[in-house]
């Protein structure tokens, strides 16, 4: 059998390699450490790697002459190149996806990575979309940044070290906005947007953190990076602080102008993130979708997910289907009847589509089952996805009409892992057929 790793370390030495491949290997990571180029262009080529590491400490022209070489031989698979050092003074590079500065914890670059993964996928899927709807006459724009100022969100106490690094980020051309309060923080983020949230965490890191937190529990929010920047972090590592939703730790001991820069490339890479979301969630909203639902057709989704399935291998990437039925319970059969059951579909559609990943294609394939396809996805994930938007739902309240109560809707699922495209139209077959025996 042959060995795989997940990540690809490019370093000729262990002075960030040793410990980096040690942690990420206890994360789940598993790594393999490249010498020289000759070596990290065989590891990507034999193994099933899915994100390169490359210590500029070795050079910053010569990394960049390599993350641009690995790219073209992961082609038509998209991977992302974190690099690690530099310096502040280097300038910013598009042969890297993000810049963090040495030293680096592993739970942080874990955290960046499947960030910088999933972009990766969601970018490889709007190509597909690209061609899907080509053939249908309707073209997609390729994702491209906006070319504004990069817009940082400056959360804390107006100190003399904060006000001296949103100093630092003005001169760089960022436009800077000042909150005092976690209140007035939130008020900004919910009304304006923003590529990369700097907390001042002065001697205690309860608010900040605290904000980094509820980030994470917002959908709109969840992907903008924070970098905390603080004195100390009394009673808790820089470990947990990344564990809790912090993507960078900076001191006021670090100068100004590389804390600046660190939180400018999270801004910069952030930006194209958000480019490449905002592409897909656009090409969701076409003429040609369900009416009732705003979902892929079944026969578009047909014609796409050919696509897909060809694209699996090619990229060595797994993709599962999931299937969901409405389940028949007396609700349902009553809702029907009245004719509330279709007037729940719209709400229905829109619910799903929010909760779906960006990357993932959802279809009504009948009047009361649902199709998903997962790119990048295992069977096991696949199914707890699937299990997890039905269990939303199953807690949503449908109206069932003047002088009736309520309905909720469950589902029986069905999940499956694609592997021979040819055999696209079975795998999807054999989803519906687990979905109809109640999964």
């Not at 696509?307 to 969901?324: F, G, H, I």
């Not at 609700?331 to 993932?360: C, H, N, T, Y």
């Not at 997890?388 to 807690?395: H, L, N, Q």
Request: a negative charge; glycine letters at 8%.
């Amino acid at each position: 059998m042959v060995p795989q790793a997940r990540l690809l370390i490019a370093a000729r030495t262990d002075g960030m390699a040793g410990p980096l491949s040690e942690g990420m290997d206890q994360l789940g990571w598993r790594t393999i450490t490249a010498r020289g180029p000759y070596a990290a262009e065989a590891a990507l080529q034999d193994l099933g790697v899915q994100a390169v590491v490359v210590d500029l400490s070795d050079g910053i022209e010569e990394a960049e002459a390599l993350a641009r070489k690995l790219r073209l031989l992961a082609a038509p698979r998209r991977i992302p190149v974190l690099a690690i050092g530099g310096g502040s003074g280097a300038k910013a590079s598009e042969a890297f996806d993000l810049r963090l500065a040495d030293p680096v914890y592993p739970a942080q670059v874990a955290m960046r990575l499947e960030s910088l993964v999933r972009t990766c996928v969601a970018e490889e899927e709007y190509r597909l979309r690209q061609e899907t709807f080509g053939l249908m006459g309707v073209g997609l724009d390729d994702p491209e940044p906006s070319l504004a100022p990069l817009r940082l969100l400056a959360v804390g106490d107006p100190t003399p070290q904060f006000l001296g690094l949103s100093n630092c980020l003005e001169a760089a051309g960022a436009e800077v906005v000042g909150a005092f309060t976690s209140y007035t923080a939130f008020d900004f983020l919910h009304e304006s947007d923003f590529d990369t949230v700097v907390l001042w965490g002065g001697d205690a890191a309860d608010s900040a953190m605290a904000i980094a937190g509820g980030m994470r529990r917002n959908s709109r929010l969840y992907h903008i990076p924070c970098l905390l920047y603080m004195k100390t972090l009394g009673g808790m590592t820089a470990a947990e602080a990344y564990a809790r939703g912090i993507s960078d730790v900076a001191s006021p001991e670090t100068p100004e102008p590389e804390t600046a820069w660190r939180a400018l490339e999270l801004a910069r890479s952030y930006r194209r993130q958000a480019a490449i979301r905002a592409a897909l969630e656009t090409a969701r909203t076409l003429r040609f979708m369900d009416p009732e639902t705003g979902l892929f057709t079944r026969e578009l989704f047909s014609q796409h997910l050919g696509r897909l399935a060809s694209a699996a291998p090619a990229r060595n990437r797994p993709l599962s289907l999931c299937v969901l039925r409405v389940r028949e319970t007396e609700e349902v059969v009553e809702a029907r009847r009245s004719g509330w059951l279709d007037k729940a579909f719209p709400q229905l559609g829109s619910m799903v589509s929010r909760l779906i990943r960006v990357e993932d294609t959802a279809a009504r394939l009948g009047p009361e089952h649902f199709a998903i396809a997962l790119p990048a996805t295992p069977e096991a994930a696949a199914r707890v996805a699937a299990d997890r938007i039905a269990a939303v739902i199953s807690r949503t309240a449908f109206d069932g009409g003047d002088g009736r109560r309520p309905f909720i809707l469950e589902f029986d699922i069905g999940a499956v892992e694609v592997g021979n495209p040819a055999h696209i139209d079975a795998a999807l077959e054999a989803a519906a057929e687990m979905a109809r025996s109640g999964g």
